[in-house]
Each structure stands twice: as C-alpha cells, then as structure tokens.
C-alpha cells in the first residue's frame, strides 16, 4: 500500500517538474522574442545615401578646338605691261616658282633700244653746246662792259642757261628711253609660283591687255579664321591674346600640317552677318603644302591650369549660375563652378574643389545636399 501511494507521488511531482520546465521555458522565450522586437524598434536606420560619383582630378587640362579657316597669300603680283609690243621670248611656265626679279619673258626691244640711243646722242649734244655757250659767256664775262655791250653779256647769260636747261632735258629724255627700254624685260615683283601661261611668242601686248602673269607668294603664306565676338572678348581679357596658345592645320586629306603656326594680328572689325571676327596666322609653308584659297580645319590648342575635366551631365546650369553635386567629406555639397571651355561631352571648368572631392555623376535633388553619401566609383567613364 505505502509502495503504491509512494509511486503516486513521485509520478505527480515528474508532471508538475516537467510542467514548471515547459512554463519556464516559454516565458524564457516570449522574453527572448520581445526583447528582439524591442532592440529592433530601438536601432538606429542607416541613411547614407550611396551615389554614383569620380574622383575629381584637377591639373592642367589640355584642350583643342576646331574652326574652318582658308589659305590666303601675303603677296600676289598680276603684271600687266607698261609699254606695247611684240612677245619675244617666254622664259616660265605655269606653276613655276620663281624669285624676285626673274626675268619672265621679253618683248620685241629694237624700236626702244633706236630710242634710247636716240636719246643719247641728244645728250651729247646738248653737252656739246652747253660748253660753247659756257665757253662764250665766259669770254663777254671778261671782256666786260667796255669792250662789249651790255646786251651781248645777256644774250650770252640767257643762251648758257638755255643751253644747260636743253642738256637736262636731253637726259630726262635719256632716262624715259631707258626706262622703256627696261620694261621690255618683264621680271618679276615678288617671289612666289606662277599661274597659269597662255601666252605664246610673237603675241602683240599693251597695258590695255590685261594681265599676262600671275604670282602668288607661298612661303610665308596666311590662314584665316574666325572667333565670335564672345571669344574675342575672352581673348581681349588676359594680359597677351592667345598668350599659350598653339595653331596647327588639318589639310583636306586629313594630314596634319608638321609646323606651328604664329599668331599675326586681328582684322579691325567684327562681321556683322557672322558676329565674328577674323584671326591671321602665319606659316612658313616651306613644303608647299598650304594653296591659296583652300580649306583647312585650324586646330586652337591651349591649356587650362588649374582647371578640371568634368562630364556635361554632371553640371546643372540655369540662367545665373553653374553648379555641380559632389561628396565631400562623407556629405552631399553644391559647388559652384565657371566653365571655361567646352569639347564634346565635357565641359573644363576652374578648379574650386578639394582634393579629396567625389563627383557625383548621378541625378540628384537639391534637397539632398548635406545628407550623408558615399561614392559607388565610376571605373569605365562617367559619360
């Protein structure tokens, strides 16, 4: 009997042992539950914003760009005769270089040379009676008032000075004939290529002719360009326009042109049409390479200093001002910026940031400036 009741007891204490354990480990576990939840109320939430964004690498920024320019010569010569006659010789052909005074053809020269000695002989003559009448005013000089009168001592007066007048006349008829005589050899002016020769031995020429040679100078030779008026107030704003800057070609075919140009001068008014104004630049032109009246694309290379290469869609410009986003510091600013040249999909602009400054080339609202970012880094460009 006391075994039973013994038993009986010793089951009802398992239970009620195994029912303390099972209350105390729910409520363990509701505690556990609660206090998750609770910690997870209490969290604080991240809200660093993660933005697309470069570093900013500022320096000097090379920069090219290009304007449609053509080739003109400093010197082109179209020579027309001075006197009439026939050609005797052509000594040129078109497309001939040539230097200054070159002989380029010659006309018919006897009737001019007949002249010339003509003229001449009439000097050595008027120097002969120059003399006879220097001889005798000298003698009525000496023979004086009383051996002679004084009407024979200014006859004789008035024939010397008509015979020195007849002598200077004599040798400005001289130098005529010899000057027309000259222009029977047609060289000429200015160094350069000749045109185009259509002419032919035995042609009757005269000034009323028309042009028989065209020259046009080649080296050195001028290229035009031509700046809009904001450019050419840009470049009226520093100390030396395009102090810097450096002037190369393109030829047609692509080529390259292998010398630098030299800035010459402006011209002295704007183009009213164009809102632009023309800029000369000077080459050598040793190769020839450069034609007059070709196009060429004139490539203005300078560099910025102190500037930045920053993408287009990173910079927000409204009608007062041009900014950009950037993560300085862990934290979103707007920075002001002044664009000074543009190329392609990138603007330079002054260099206003700090050295360690993210980009930020995503879209992003003017009410996330101050926020807390940090930069996704761009690793194949930021077009």
């Known amino acids: 009997m006391q075994n039973h009741l013994g038993k009986y007891v010793y089951s009802v204490l398992i239970v009620v042992f195994v029912a303390a354990a099972f209350v105390a480990g729910w409520y363990f576990h509701d505690y556990r539950g609660q206090k998750q939840i609770s910690d997870l109320k209490q ?23 290009n304007y449609v320019g053509f080739v003109t010569p400093i010197h082109e010569a179209e020579i027309q005769p001075y006197i009439s006659g026939y050609l005797q010789k052509i000594f040129v052909e078109g497309g001939e270089y040539v230097k200054q005074g070159t002989i380029l053809a010659v006309l018919q020269q006897d009737e001019y040379l007949a002249q010339m000695n003509a003229r001449k002989a009439d000097v050595v003559k008027a120097e002969a009676a120059l003399q006879n009448a220097n001889s005798y005013y000298e003698r009525i000089q000496k023979a004086g008032v009383k051996a002679v009168s004084q009407t024979e001592i200014e006859n004789a007066e008035a024939q010397f000075l008509e015979a020195k007048a007849s002598l200077e ?16 050899l047609i060289r000429a002016p200015i160094s350069g290529v000749v045109g185009n020769v259509a002419l032919t031995p035995g042609n009757y020429v005269s000034p009323s002719s028309g042009t028989l040679f065209s020259i046009m100078q080649y080296s050195p030779i001028r290229v035009v360009f031509a700046l809009t008026d904001k450019e050419y107030l840009q470049e009226l704003s520093k100390p030396r326009p395009f102090a810097g800057d450096e002037v190369y070609v393109e030829l047609a075919n692509g080529q390259l042109l292998d010398e630098q140009g030299a800035f010459e001068y402006t011209d002295n008014a704007v183009e009213r049409r164009t809102n632009a104004i023309s800029i000369y630049a000077l080459f050598q032109n040793k190769k020839r390479l450069l034609t007059p009246n070709a196009y060429v694309n004139v490539l203005l290379k300078r560099t910025f200093q102190n500037a930045a290469d920053v993408t287009k869609s990173a910079v927000y410009l409204t009608e007062s001002e041009s900014y950009v986003y950037v993560i300085r510091n862990g934290r979103v600013v707007k920075q002001d910026v002044r664009i000074l040249a543009s190329e392609g999909s990138h603007f330079i602009v002054t260099n206003d940031f700090e050295p360690a400054d993210y980009l930020i080339v995503q879209p992003i609202q003017a009410a996330d400036v101050g926020k807390s970012a940090q930069a996704e880094l761009q690793t194949k460009g930021h077009e």
């Open 43 to 65: 969290a604080p939430v991240d809200s660093t914003l993660a933005l697309s964004a470069v570093p900013v690498v500022a320096g000097a920024v090379p920069f090219t760009k």
């Open 169 to 184: 006349q004599a040798k400005a008829n001289l130098a005529l004939a010899k000057v027309n005589f000259d222009y029977t």
